[in-house]
């Protein structure tokens, strides 16, 4: 059964770059999609962007310009770096493998805060 | 302004049926999978439905999805208390060219 596991900072400050990792195990991340999405406090969820193992991506319109996803498939691993973070990004960041947009299984979630 | 809509909160009875609306547009739900979350408090989202009506291994057949032109709807019948959760829905929208969600329903069994 594959598991996913969020890792990274907790507080972000403003203007930095958030690094996220998620890891997979229990399943190969060859052959398959790999998102990251958010919550805000009490808010909804928001598509970040997908990676394909072979490294073609696809973002949010609305965040592409701070966002970067990658891979590294000799580690089980893909990543998340946003920049220039602002209080308005504090939120649960999840990932997840995706499947003509269905989020399966999903990862924990980490709670990042923006705050100097 | 989700661009799926969804009605904020809904509220029904153990063992009664509640659905769950979903309404988007052409570049959306009227030409792209549709899927459904569980979340409960505190906790990751669920996959309940993918590609508009398929259940995931170990998801009770009591939830149900369908899907009809722009708009797509989630049953739960035989409605328990642990049921209580917000739910979402999703899928591609090509004009954004983006994955969008809805803005979630909080269910309440009362």
């Known amino acids: 059964q594959v598991h996913l596991q969020e890792s990274g900072p907790g507080l972000v400050k403003p203007s930095e770059t958030l690094s996220l990792t998620c890891s997979v195990s229990g399943g190969s991340i060859n052959s398959h999609y790999w998102s990251w999405l958010r919550q805000p406090p009490g808010k909804g969820l928001e598509w970040i962007g997908y990676i394909y193992f072979s490294g073609s991506t696809s973002y949010n319109p609305s965040l592409k310009s701070r966002v970067t996803i990658s891979v590294d498939t000799s580690k089980s691993q893909f990543s998340l770096k946003m920049n220039s973070m602002s209080a308005a990004d504090t939120a649960v960041y999840y990932c997840a493998r995706e499947s003509n947009f269905a989020f399966d299984p999903w990862g924990q979630g980490t709670l990042v805060i923006v705050s100097s | 302004q989700s661009v799926l809509t969804q009605p904020p909160s809904l509220s029904a009875a153990p063992g009664q049926k509640v659905t769950i609306s979903c309404s988007g547009g052409s570049s959306n739900i009227g030409n792209n999978y549709v899927s459904w979350y569980q979340q409960l408090p505190g906790t990751a989202p669920k996959l309940l439905i993918y590609?508009?009506?398929k259940r995931p291994s170990g998801i009770p057949d009591r939830f149900s999805g369908s899907k009809s032109g722009t708009s797509a709807t989630l049953d739960i019948t035989g409605l328990q208390t642990g049921d209580e959760a917000d739910y979402y829905c999703?899928?591609?929208?090509?004009?954004?060219?983006?994955?969008?969600f809805g803005g979630g329903t909080k269910l309440t069994v009362l």
């Open positions: 999703g899928t591609w929208d090509f004009s954004l060219s983006g994955g969008v």
């Open positions: 590609e508009n009506n």
